[in-house]
């Protein structure tokens, strides 16, 4: 029993890295991507630069998520992006809702 209550407290933060470096890189990549399309280039081209932004991005959070010292770091770091970025992307997304 004391060998399973240890395996479970080494397993918790390990879960806890995987989804963030799953779902937490991907929601960061594409606030990254979205975020682009409000650069001062032609849409196309931010799209296009978006794209190939997204996958830098993501590899860096997945990077990011287990070089850091513990799992709350990471979630950490990943909710500061997002924040960084989601200004940007909301730029966006409020022009393209006026249109």
Not at 53 to 61: K, N, R, W
Request: charged share 5%.
């Amino acid at each position: 029993m004391r060998a399973m209550r240890w395996q479970a407290r080494g397993v918790g933060p390990l879960i806890s890295r995987i989804v963030a470096a799953l779902f937490g890189g991907y929601a960061v990549a594409a606030l990254a991507s979205v975020a682009t399309v409000a650069l001062p280039v032609s849409q196309p081209q931010g799209v296009l630069a978006g794209m190939l932004l997204s996958f830098i991005v993501y590899t860096a959070a997945v990077i990011w998520v287990f070089a850091v010292r513990s799992a709350r770091r990471a979630w950490a770091g990943l909710l500061v992006a997002a924040a960084l970025l989601s200004v940007p992307a909301w730029t966006v997304w409020s022009a393209g809702a006026a249109t």
